[in-house]
């Protein structure tokens, strides 16, 4: 049984900065892979970034096309904890954050196993 917890959303301006926190329990952290997936108002969640678990001997890393180059995944196994750092935030960021853990790495919403109860950003114009 996994047990995730999501921090620091909050409200921002248009091209400022966020870092998004998921800590993790109940688990073999290095064993699962991590992904951030967001929803917004009206519409359907969608995948934001995945990393892969660290039993594995190569890196994998991947975005949505959408924040490529502004997101950046990373995990901290001492710690327990994923992070989603977020720079040069847009209006269209705007969402519910959520944190997303499963042994197989994947980009669909459906796959992952343990779900976090989600945290809010806000960017405004």
């Known amino acids: 049984q996994v047990q995730l917890v999501e921090s620091g959303g909050g409200l921002v301006q248009a091209g400022g900065s966020l870092r998004l926190s998921c800590a993790a329990s109940g688990g073999f952290f290095r064993n699962y892979a991590m992904a951030w997936f967001r929803q917004a108002p009206g519409k359907e969640r969608e995948f934001v970034a995945v990393?892969?678990?660290?039993?594995?001997?190569?890196?994998?890393?991947a975005y949505a096309d959408s924040v490529s180059g502004r997101f950046t995944i990373s995990r901290d196994n001492a710690r327990n904890t994923v992070y989603l750092q977020m720079n040069e935030l847009r209006p269209e960021d705007t969402g519910v954050y959520y944190c997303?853990?499963?042994?197989?790495?994947?980009?669909?919403?459906?796959?992952?196993?343990?779900w976090g109860q989600g945290t809010q950003v806000t960017v405004s114009s």
């Open positions: 990393i892969r678990s660290s039993d594995r001997s190569s890196d994998y890393i």
């Open positions: 997303a853990a499963d042994a197989a790495i994947t980009c669909q919403g459906a796959d992952y196993k343990y």
